[in-house]
């Protein structure tokens, strides 16, 4: 008796919702709706392939690498492991006007952010400016926690292997170098800036750091890594905010500057330039290769050749299976109507 009280308390109200008796409609998926839809479908993702490809080529893209391996290459001085703070210069040509605005972009091939291990070792309460994880970092970040029993901030791979290199543009013109100004403001995520990462709240920003190190193969303090914009430091700094947000592939680009200055708005003038690099990220151990790369975007973003042509493959083959569909109907249905 008490088990069909229990079953009668546990059952759901009888109501039309509760009951499953609501009305339905259920789609009769027929011929004359199927061939139809995949020819449609088809057509729409074929015009979007198309002005996804088309608008994919027309932007510029100028691209050298400087990973220095090869003997006559300017940057071949610096790949000796025992060279420090080595410069080099690129020095190179434009043909055409790359048009404004105008993206500056540092690539890595070869390297594979998207290791669950190397993407796991960090401290997200350590980034969101948590003072009580300045002191003991989490386990987490090994093997890059301490060093000399001294916690590192930040601490982890990711952030240990933060980009390094540096880069200055010069133009030539009447025979001066003439430097192209880099604008490195809100290049990060909004939301990486604004909300995932945090600095803590303390001023000056020097002090929070008291009692840790910095990362082994960091050359500033995180406190230090921008001597000219004081909000440029910490854990809100464009580049570490940049290089925090790991890449899927293991061939990547990540944006390092943006030339937006009065003089260059309209694009980088064809001419002949020089990059001056101070070179410090080693990749040549990990059969690794370093580019650097001048584009502009449009209104899909930056070139990306694949997206224009998967959707005009997809909508190809919805079209090819529409006719295949429709040939097979004609045959085996149409004498019996």
Not at 253 to 277: F, H, V
Request: charged content about 20%.
């Amino acid at each position: 008796m008490v088990k069909r009280e229990q079953e009668s308390t546990n059952r759901p109200d009888n109501t039309a919702f509760t009951q499953q008796r609501l009305p339905a409609w259920q789609p009769i998926l027929s011929a004359g709706i199927v061939i139809p839809g995949f020819v449609l479908i088809g057509l729409a993702f074929i015009g979007i392939g198309v002005a996804l490809f088309v608008t994919s080529r027309g932007i510029q893209v100028y691209q050298m690498d400087y990973t220095g391996e090869e003997s006559n290459s300017s940057c071949h001085k610096c790949i000796n492991p025992q060279e420090k703070n080595c410069v080099c210069n690129l020095d190179f040509s434009i043909d055409t006007m790359i048009t404004g605005p105008v993206f500056f972009y540092y690539s890595l091939s070869n390297y594979y952010q998207n290791y669950r291990q190397y993407g796991a070792s960090r401290d997200d309460n350590q980034l969101t400016g948590d003072l009580d994880y300045f002191k003991t970092p989490s386990d987490s970040c090994k093997p890059y926690v301490y060093e000399n029993n001294i916690p590192i901030v930040p601490c982890g791979s990711v952030a240990n292997s933060m980009f390094n290199d540096t880069f200055e543009l010069y133009r030539f013109v009447n025979g001066e170098k003439k430097l192209v100004p880099f604008d490195g403001k809100g290049i990060a995520w909004w939301s990486d800036y604004n909300v995932k990462y945090r600095n803590p709240s303390v001023t000056p920003l020097k002090n929070a750091f008291n009692g840790t190190t910095k990362p082994i193969f960091w050359q500033k303090y995180a406190y230090d890594l921008d001597r000219s914009d004081s909000a440029n430091n910490g854990f809100n700094n464009q580049d570490f905010l940049v290089w925090m947000r790991r890449a899927a592939l293991p061939d990547f680009r990540k944006l390092y500057r943006r030339i937006t200055d009065q003089e260059y708005e309209n694009g980088l003038p064809a001419g002949n330039y020089s990059l001056k690099i101070s070179y410090n990220y080693p990749v040549l151990s990990f059969g690794g290769r370093k580019k650097v790369q001048f584009s502009n975007v449009s209104w899909m973003g930056g070139k990306n050749d694949f997206l224009g042509i998967a959707y005009l493959v997809v909508g190809s083959m919805c079209v090819f299976m529409s006719i295949v569909m429709l040939i097979i109907y004609a045959k085996f249905k149409f004498p019996d109507e």
